[in-house]
Structures are given as structure tokens and as C-alpha cells.
């Protein structure tokens, strides 16, 4: 009798256990997470070794979609140099592998050698992509994302772009947009932080 209590006591406590955490508010992701992902449209772009790129080669990975160019003088080496830090930390949360894409919105002075060499300098697992405004407009704005066209004659420019990141599953869909953290005299970029926590979310 005193065993049956026991187990009685042990079988009420995990309940009661239980009940209480399904009651606990669980943690939310601040990114926007798209229930159920969203699909992407057909794209034809270059990746940074010449290859054609289309809506397959972003499957079987996780992928890190940022809008920049080799030009940019602070939003995108400061976003790429703060996403080499933490990839890492994202890989733990997958077999999967993580990618970052750099998306060139200066098609104009982004050559694919250009990209190549660029993305090189932050490591393998970042790629550098491109492609003419028909085909890249339409892509970028697609994915809920902007940038500036500047015009045909100008050499000398910066280009105004979207420093959002968006997430794209194995399967190749959207699957959520990390926004921006607008913060007083700082260079408006994502919060990092956040963003390992809301992917440890998504991806575990």
C-alpha cells in the first residue's frame, strides 16, 4: 500500500509538473516567422562562381538571405562580420547546414570576381550573388526587401538597401525576416543576438 502511495504521489506530481509548464508562457520568436513558410517565386540569379542559380540550390540548407554590395561602407561588412561570428552558434541548432547569401544590389559594379572575392574574405559558407536589375528587382522585392536603383550615368554612389535578413528553410522557403534594430548614432543591423535565439526556435 505504502509503494502504490508512492507511485500515487510521483504520477500526481509529474502531472502537476507538467500542467504547470504548459501553462508558463513559452518563449516567442521576435523575428516575423511565416506559419506555414511562404513559398518563393522563381528566380534566375549568378552565384559568385558563375554558377546558375535557381530556387533548388537554396534546398537542403539553411539560408541567411542579405540584400548589400562590395561598395557598402558600413550596414554590410558590419552585418557579414557579425554573421561569421555567430554561425557557429546557428550550426549547433541543425544537422542542416547554414548559409549566408549576399545579395548584390550594384549589379553595376558587382562583377561575379568581384563577389567571389568579397564574400571569400568571410569564409566558406558565404556566397556572393547577383544578377541584372529585370531579374533582381522582382527577386529582392519578392522577398519583402528594397534597395535604391541609382541612375545609368552615375560611377560614384551608395545604394540605399534593406538591412533585414531573411531565413530560408532546407526546403527551400521563406521562412522568416529578422528586422533591423534601430538604435540611437548605431548603424541600423539586426540584432545578433536575437537572432541565434528566435533561429534556436525555428530550427530545433
Known sequence: MQKFLIGLVAVLALAGGIAIYLLLPQPQAKALVYEPPRIIAPFNLTGDDGAALQNQALEGQWTLLFTGYTFCPDIC??????????????????????????????????????????????????????????????????????????????TDYLVNHSAAIILVNPDGNLQAIFKTDHQPGQIPTVNMKDLVSDFSLIAD
Open 77 to 154: 561588412p558590419t552585418t557579414m562580420a557579425q554573421l561569421k561570428k555567430i554561425l557557429p552558434e546557428l550550426q549547433q541548432h541543425t544537422e542542416a547546414p547554414v548559409k549566408v547569401w549576399m545579395i548584390s544590389v550594384d549589379p553595376q559594379r558587382d562583377t561575379v570576381q568581384r563577389l567571389a572575392d568579397y564574400a571569400g574574405f568571410f569564409g566558406e559558407e558565404f556566397y556572393g550573388v547577383r544578377a541584372e536589375h529585370p531579374q533582381l528587382y522582382p527577386f529582392v522585392q519578392g522577398l519583402g526587401l528594397m534597395y535604391s536603383i541609382p541612375d545609368v550615368d552615375e
